[in-house]
Structure formats: structure tokens, C-alpha cells
């Protein structure tokens, strides 16, 4: 999965009811139980090729890899958040189903401030559903900018993460960002403030483009469509 | 001594004997004009009392009213680059016109968004220019109006006590302008109109006929100078007056003006709520006594007339607004917290700080070396006032009798004062100056002259006095230039009807099919922006250069495209824009008689748009001129 060098395969199954704590009410267990046929973890990148990150904020000493096949694909939010939360470290997970096409979930995470053992989870992107079989842009582009060899940010674990999450907002949101296609060539990259920022913009942007359709008069809709333009014209200004 | 002029007036017999018949029945002439009905009655015939009803009326009134209703057609608003300022970033307007027509102008775009309308117009004091409405546009009326338009057809007359139509004449101009401002104003907006005694009772009926007698606010008397008047016959006039109307005072906030120093004094003390005085408990001598016992620290107890009641002492009590102070002859004092109101305290009708006649003259003095540039401005001071009452710092403010524009310059220096981000429009008829007065010697052809000339200077002035001030830079002292003009575009396709062009020249001659002479297209965008609903004037307009030479968007969602030719390449690069446009505009004969053209052009519109949006729908407007 996403060229992961076979020295990091793991390959261990799970028994999808280790995801299922006592937060879930029993509708929601058995929603994850009937969606969820299978979970394996493929891949495990640890040790220090890519330094490990340990301070107050952050402990990333491994980034994972899961592939978990669903019944429906059209569970993948529901599935992701509920394992993103269970899962502490860094993790990719790929969702994939019998009618062959999968989607990507990534999840930035730190550690709560209050209680270091626990984890707050502030942004999840999820990728459009991408065909495994048949030639498909947006898999393209996954393999292209987010495969292992790909990412060039690789200070730490954290920085090696949060380019793969950001080429994947990116990716998922090429509607609203079109230059977005030169960001993924960018050096925005190297600098883990600034990609931060641009996700924090893509995500503005979609807000404002859901208000834009709540909106009745052609006056808000252009106040808005003014922000959405500002948002834009940064991201602009990033491109390196 | 004094020094009259030869009378200019002819033996007129029917204007004598209406003079005489006002001596001896001063009811039964009116404005001038002889009230028959009236007549009769002084006479003891009484017609029929059905017809009675309580109302203001004047001849032409009802004309007025369909005046302020009536369509403001192939108008429009011509931007002057030439004469803005920072037009790229300022959200201020000045505007050259007939001020009825600017505010139908306006309704469009600025309906509801008005916060505030200061007006100083005519006083009607016998020598002043009251603006003729153009009426030909009502039919039925023409005949009666014809002849009262200036023989070489200007529409601002000096409006005589002499007139038959004295008042009529002012009330005629004043109605239907303060009937469409009104539609301007937002539902807690506030108009504010300077008037004195010649015509405040009249406009105030109006007023109450326009705005609704429960939403007058008050009627502020202002002390408009001190001293002088050793010419006046009777009685020295030191004021005149502020009518306050609201749109609807359901919505209208509560009204403070700002404590002065003198006041602030008293309030010494201070803790986690604001300041306060220590003031007396006791209030003997009260209308209505609230009586009660007091038991002091010591056990005495204390029977008195109290400012509160004894529920609310004892809650102040627990809270430490109340104290027990002991005096010299042993007896106790109480006191409670007197805190201030830090909005201000509330705004009295008569003012005799809000600044006069000198102050406004300084005013320009300070700006142009000369006070007789401008006669009679407002003072900076009286208008900031004004702004003040609304407590509301990001506010539109209108002035469509803005004369030397006091009304920009208050509110710029306003903003500089607080941070605040008000916005201010202009209008002003350009009124030629007397080729005598000190402004023509200046150079200033006109009062639109004067008052862009003066918020130039102002605005310079503000900044280099505040130039210490952290974020002073971003002060908004810019404004864009609109001057009222004919229609741009021709709406219809007269040009061809009219026989000026042959529908087979067309293709030749599109610019003369769509618009008229001497059109641009920034002119032609404007006009567009100004019929949408709430596109207001300072909107952006960005050329669309790699779209091609006369394509352009404003407000960042409407794309108006005055390409003669609509390619492919056109279509695809608006689909590209980010983000997407709300609107598209074409012009309808960029596709000739072409309909199949047309239907293909918009559906590659809709499937580019798609396409960029990953598949998805999008929803968006193409029009056409």
C-alpha cells in the first residue's frame, strides 16, 4: 500500500471488536460490526530511518498501515472515526470493498494536554473513492504525491504524516483549488506551519462553499464568494 | 441704513388683490394662493364637513407623491475615475446629480442598508435654490406644470417669498426625496434634517406623513450662533433645529451622546464594574416618599424618604453598593453607588454645544484659508454628534444635500478618533458657484468642486493629525466619483426600431446596437452592477485580461462579458475562474441571430463549469444584454 518498502510489512489481522469501547452505544456496535468484514495492519513504518517526534504535544514513534475491507463503502466516515480514535499513533487506513474501489483515511492527531495517555484527534480527510482496478485520476495522483518514496518532508514522523494528509486534502479538493495540482509539486512541504495553514484554508473554503448554498440573496452569496476568492488567492501565494 | 434694491416686480393687479383679500381674511389665502372653500366659510357659507380630514396638502402634492414612485428610466450612475481617490480600496462614494434621481438610483443597490441620513437642505429663507422636478414623465400633469421650468431649462430655481408657490414649491422638492430616502434606511436606520423656523412645521408634517408620527425620535434645538443680530427687527434667532425621524422604532437602539470632563468628574471612584460616586441614600422632598427603617451598623435605627425601595437596599447592601459613613455630630450617612453609564448619558433637545455657525466656518477656514469658500457649512462637530447617538461604528452614512461635504469630513475624523469603519455617500447637485463669489475666484466651478476638493483635504489632514495613531493607514479616506448620466446600454433594441440602424448592419456595429454614444465599458459593468439587488457601488471590478480585452467581474461573482465574439476559448477560461462566478453576462448579440450557437455556447459553459467542479452540479446564472 502506497509503495510502504516491504521491510515495514506486518501483515496482522485484527479482530474488528478491539475498535468497539464503551463510548459506542450498542446501535453504533452493531453498525460497526456489520459494516467491518476484515482489518489487517499491513504495514508499521518504526524505528528511526524516519526520527520519531516525542514532546508534549506530539509522540509519533510509528506511523500505521490498515487495510480494512468493508461491506460498504459507504461506511467509510462512520468505520474511520470510531478506529481513528481507538488508534493512538499516526495511522493511514484504506477502506476498500468487494465492487473494487477503496478510499483513503488519515487522521492528524496530538496528545490531550490534560491527559498525555489519551489523544485529540483535530482534522480527518477522507480521499474520493478511487477504482483498484480500472486506470483512475485521483489514484494517480494518491500513488504519484503520496506514496512512501514520494514525500519529501521526512524531519520526523509527524512532518512525513502531515505531507501525506496534506497532499490528500489537496487531492480531495481539487474542485475548490484548482492550482491545487501545482501545489502537490510545492516545497509548502518543508514548513509543517505553513501546511497547516493550507489545510485550515481548504477547510474554510469548504465551509464557505456549504454556507454559499444556505444563503438566499445574491449579495451574501458575493460577500462569501469574496472570502472564498481571499482563501484562494493565498493559497495561491504558496505555491513555491 | 438700509439699502434696498429697485423691485423687480410689475404691477401685477390679480397678485394686489390677493394681497388685499389676505389682510382682511388671512385663512382664506394660502401659500399665495386663494383656499375658496375658505373664502366661503369666512363669508358663513359652509359647505358639507364630510370631506375633513387632518392632513398637510399643498398644490402638487399628490404629483409628488407619484414623482417619488415614478420609474427612474434610461438613468444611470457614470463612474470618473479621474476624480476618485484610493477608488481601489475606498468603500466611500461621491455622487454628482439630481439627488432625487442619485437616491432612485440608489434604492437598488443600497435598499435597507442605510443606517444614517443627515440632510441640511434649503431653509426656504426666500433666497434659496429649490430643485424643479422634471414631471414630464407624468402625462396627465404636464400641461399644468408647463411653464414653470426655467426658460433656459435648469431645474434648480430660486424659490421667492414672493412666489404664489412659496412652500409648495419647497414641499413639492422636499416630499418625494425624504419618500425614497426612507426606503434607503435600515429598519433602526435614523434620518437627521437640519431646518429652521421657515419651514420645520411643514417638514415636520411631512415627516409624520413619510416616516409615521410614533417614529419621530425628537426634535433637537440647536444654538446655531451667539451675539449679533443687532439687524434683526424682533427677536435675535440664535437657533435652528434637528428633526430626528427613524424608520421604525421598534428596532431603534437607545440614544447617549458622551459625557463631557466636567461631568466625569464627579465619578472619582472605581472598581470591577466602572466608576461611580458615593451619592446620599436619603432623598427628602420626593413626589413619592419611600419610607422605611434603616438600622445603622451601631443599632440606631434610621427613618428617612429613600431613593430605593427595601428590597433593592437590602440586595445592594449584600453586593457593597451601599455604605454607612459616620459624620461628626454622630449621626450616619448613607450612601450608594451612583455608577456611570459608560454608553453616555441620554441626548437633550436643546444643545448649545453641538457647534454653530463659527465652528463650521473654521472648519473650512482651516482647510482652504478662507471662510467664505462655502456659506453657512455645518460644523464637523454638530454632524460627529449626530454619528455619535448611533453607537454603531461600521454604519453607512448618507447626505444628499451634502454641500461642502462636512458630513464626509465628520465621519472620517470619526473614524480616526474611535477605529471605527463607517462609510459615508455623498450627493450633491453640481450647482454652479457665482462667478463674484470667493469659490469661483478659487477655481471652484461648483459646490461638487468644493466638497470633493474638501474631503481630499480633510482626509490628509485627519492622517497627518493622527499619523501616531497604530493603524491610522488603514483610515478610509478615499472615495469614488459617480456622476448621474443616460443609460449606457440600450435595453431595448430602439436603435434598430428607431431606424438609426438596419438589423443587417448589426453584425458591423454591435457597440451601436447594445450601447449608447459615447459609452465605455467600465461604464457599462457599473451599470450593470447598480441593477443588482445590493451590489454596492465601491464593489470591485477586476478586467478579466486573460479572458479577454472587454471581459470583466465584479464583487469577485459576476462576470460581464462585452466580448463581440463568445469562443469556446472564452467559455472555457470562465469556467476556470475560482471561484466559481455566481453570474455570467453575455451580450446577446455576440451570437448574432444564432440560436443553435447560443444553446451550444452555454451548454460547454455548463459542461466546463462541471468539469472543473469535479462532476458535480453547480449552480449559477447566464443573462444577457
Known amino acids: 500500500m502506497l509503495g510502504v518498502p516491504e521491510k515495514y510489512k506486518v501483515d496482522k489481522k485484527f479482530d474488528a471488536k478491539i475498535f468497539l469501547n464503551s463510548d459506542l452505544t450498542p446501535k453504533e456496535k452493531k453498525k460497526f460490526r456489520d459494516a467491518v468484514q476484515e482489518v489487517v495492519l499491513e504495514y508499521q513504518i518504526a524505528g528511526e530511518e524516519i526520527p520519531s517526534i516525542i514532546n508534549d504535544e506530539y509522540n509519533c514513534q510509528v506511523i500505521l498501515y490498515f487495510d480494512v475491507k468493508l461491506k460498504m463503502l459507504k461506511d467509510s466516515s462512520f468505520v474511520g472515526e470510531i478506529m481513528q480514535k481507538v488508534i493512538k499513533p499516526l495511522a493511514v487506513i484504506r477502506f476498500w470493498s468487494e465492487n473494487g474501489e477503496c478510499i483513503y483515511c488519515l487522521a492528524y492527531k496530538r496528545l490531550n494536554l490534560q491527559d498525555k495517555e489519551q489523544i485529540v484527534i483535530e482534522d480527518t480527510v477522507y480521499s474520493l473513492p478511487i477504482s483498484m482496478y480500472l486506470p483512475d485520476e485521483k489514484g494517480r495522483l494518491i500513488d504519484e504525491y503520496i506514496g512512501y518514496e514520494k514525500i519529501i518532508n521526512r524531519a520526523n514522523k509527524l512532518t512525513f504524516y502531515y505531507e501525506m494528509f496534506t497532499k490528500m486534502m489537496i487531492i480531495a479538493n481539487l474542485n475548490i483549488w484548482t492550482k491545487g495540482l501545482e501545489a502537490l509539486n510545492s516545497k509548502v512541504y518543508y514548513n509543517i506551519d505553513e501546511s497547516m495553514y493550507v489545510v485550515k484554508l481548504l477547510k474554510k473554503i469548504k465551509q464557505l462553499k456549504f454556507n454559499l448554498k444556505l444563503v438566499a440573496t445574491m449579495s451574501e452569496k458575493a460577500r462569501i464568494n469574496g472570502e472564498i476568492k481571499s482563501c484562494i488567492d493565498t493559497l495561491n501565494g504558496f505555491i513555491k | ?625
Open chain 2, 1 to 625: 441704513m438700509e439699502l434696498k434694491k429697485i423691485s423687480q416686480e410689475i404691477y401685477n393687479p390679480v397678485n394686489e388683490n390677493v394681497k388685499k383679500l389676505a389682510k382682511l381674511f388671512p385663512a382664506a389665502v394660502k401659500d399665495g394662493q386663494v383656499d375658496f372653500d375658505a373664502l366661503k366659510q369666512e363669508l358663513g357659507q359652509f359647505e358639507e364637513v364630510g370631506k375633513e380630514k387632518y392632513e398637510l396638502t399643498w398644490p402638487g402634492k399628490t404629483l409628488a407623491k407619484q414623482l417619488a414612485n415614478l420609474d427612474i428610466a434610461g438613468r444611470t450612475l457614470k463612474y470618473v475615475p479621474e476624480d476618485s481617490k484610493n477608488p481601489e480600496t475606498t468603500e466611500n462614494l461621491y455622487i454628482e446629480g439630481d439627488n432625487l434621481e442619485v437616491l432612485k438610483l440608489l434604492r437598488n443597490s443600497y435598499y435597507g442598508r442605510i443606517k444614517m441620513i443627515y440632510i441640511d437642505p434649503p431653509y426656504n429663507t426666500g433666497n434659496d435654490f429649490v430643485y424643479k422636478d422634471d414631471y414630464s414623465k407624468l402625462k396627465e400633469i404636464s400641461d399644468i406644470e408647463e411653464g414653470e421650468v426655467s426658460e433656459d431649462g435648469e431645474r434648480l430655481i430660486k424659490n421667492q417669498r414672493s412666489s404664489a408657490r412659496f412652500h409648495s414649491n419647497w414641499l413639492n422638492m422636499m416630499y418625494p426625496r425624504l419618500k425614497v430616502a426612507k426606503d434607503l434606511l435600515t429598519d433602526d436606520g435614523v434620518i437627521f434634517i437640519s431646518i429652521d423656523d421657515n419651514e420645520v412645521d411643514n417638514l415636520r408634517m411631512i415627516c409624520d406623513e413619510i416616516f409615521g408620527e410614533d417614529n419621530l425620535v425628537g426634535l433637537f434645538i440647536r444654538q446655531s450662533k451667539i451675539g449679533g443680530g443687532s439687524d434683526s427687527k424682533y427677536i435675535v434667532k440664535e437657533h435652528d433645529y434637528i428633526l430626528v425621524y427613524c424608520k421604525d422604532i421598534i428596532y431603534l437602539d437607545e440614544m447617549f451622546i458622551e459625557h463631557d470632563e466636567e461631568y466625569l468628574k464627579r465619578y472619582k471612584e472605581k472598581d470591577k464594574f466602572g466608576r461611580y460616586f458615593w451619592d446620599t441614600f436619603a432623598r427628602p422632598g420626593l413626589k413619592n416618599p419611600i419610607n422605611y427603617d434603616i438600622v445603622a451598623p451601631d443599632g440606631t435605627i434610621i427613618n428617612g424618604d429613600w431613593i430605593r425601595s427595601k428590597e433593592r437596599f437590602e440586595e445592594d447592601l449584600k453586593s457593597g453598593e451601599i455604605r454607612f459613613v459616620k459624620k461628626d455630630d454622630g449621626s450616619w450617612s448613607i450612601q450608594f453607588k451612583q455608577r456611570l453609564n459608560e454608553r453616555g448619558k441620554k441626548a437633550r433637545s436643546l444643545t448649545t454645544n453641538f457647534g454653530g455657525t463659527i465652528e463650521g466656518k473654521q472648519d473650512i477656514n482651516e482647510l482652504f484659508n478662507s471662510d467664505k469658500i462655502f456659506s453657512y457649512p455645518k460644523s464637523v462637530k454638530l454632524i460627529s454628534n449626530l454619528i455619535k447617538l448611533l453607537n454603531d461604528s461600521k454604519m453607512i452614512i448618507l447626505d444628499f444635500f451634502s454641500g461642502s461635504a462636512t458630513t464626509a469630513h465628520a465621519v472620517m475624523q470619526l473614524n480616526a478618533e474611535d477605529g471605527g469603519n463607517r462609510k459615508f455617500i455623498m450627493v450633491q447637485l453640481p450647482e454652479p458657484c457665482d462667478e463674484k463669489s470667493e469659490a469661483y475666484k478659487a477655481g471652484f466651478k461648483n459646490i461638487c468642486e468644493i466638497g470633493k476638493e474638501r474631503i481630499r483635504r480633510a482626509g490628509e489632514k485627519i492622517k497627518e493629525e493622527f499619523k501616531d495613531k497604530e493603524g491610522i493607514e488603514n483610515l478610509d479616506v478615499g472615495f469614488k466619483v459617480f456622476r448621474v448620466g443616460d443609460t449606457n446600454i440600450r435595453w431595448t433594441s430602439e436603435a434598430i426600431k428607431s431606424g438609426q440602424i438596419r438589423i443587417e448592419e448589426s453584425s458591423a456595429t454591435k457597440d451601436a446596437l447594445d450601447f449608447n454614444p459615447g459609452f465605455t465599458d467600465i461604464d457599462v459593468v457599473y451599470e450593470i452592477m447598480l441593477r443588482h439587488r445590493d451590489f454596492p457601488l465601491t464593489s470591485k471590478i477586476e478586467k478579466l485580461s486573460h479572458i479577454g480585452e472587454r471581459t470583466y467581474i465584479f464583487a469577485d461573482s459576476v462576470v460581464v462579458c462585452l466580448e463581440e465574439k463568445v469562443t469556446n476559448e472564452v467559455v472555457d477560461k470562465i469556467a476556470e475562474i475560482e471561484p466559481k462566478p455566481l453570474k455570467v453576462i453575455f451580450r446577446d448579440s455576440a451570437f448574432d441571430d444564432d440560436i443553435s450557437l447560443k444553446i451550444n455556447t452555454m451548454n460547454r459553459l455548463d459542461v466546463q463549469l462541471k468539469k472543473h467542479n469535479q462532476g458535480k452540479e453547480i449552480s449559477y446564472r447566464v443573462e444577457f444584454i
